[in-house]
């Protein structure tokens, strides 16, 4: 049964929404910015999945060594 919790959305949009920007004056650099944002977002969110993973494997470590 599907949940009646909408569905969360992603600032970045969907390529088939129908709208067109209006042009930029300088259009490279507002885009990069923007890009530059986005990937510094995401850098950051993979550091913490990944800090997370390993935290998760310490713990498993010290489970699988609390047994034997």
Do not use: F, K
Not at 7 to 24: A, C, E, Q, V, W
Not at 25 to 35: G, L
């Amino acid at each position: 049964m599907p949940s009646p919790r909408p569905l969360p959305s992603s600032s970045r949009g969907t390529r088939n929404s129908g709208r067109r920007r209006p042009p930029l004056q300088n259009p490279s650099r507002p885009n990069e910015a923007r890009w530059r944002r986005e990937l510094d977002a995401d850098l950051l969110a993979m550091g913490r999945v990944w800090q997370m993973l390993r935290n998760g494997a310490v713990r498993m470590l010290g489970e699988i060594g609390r047994q034997y």
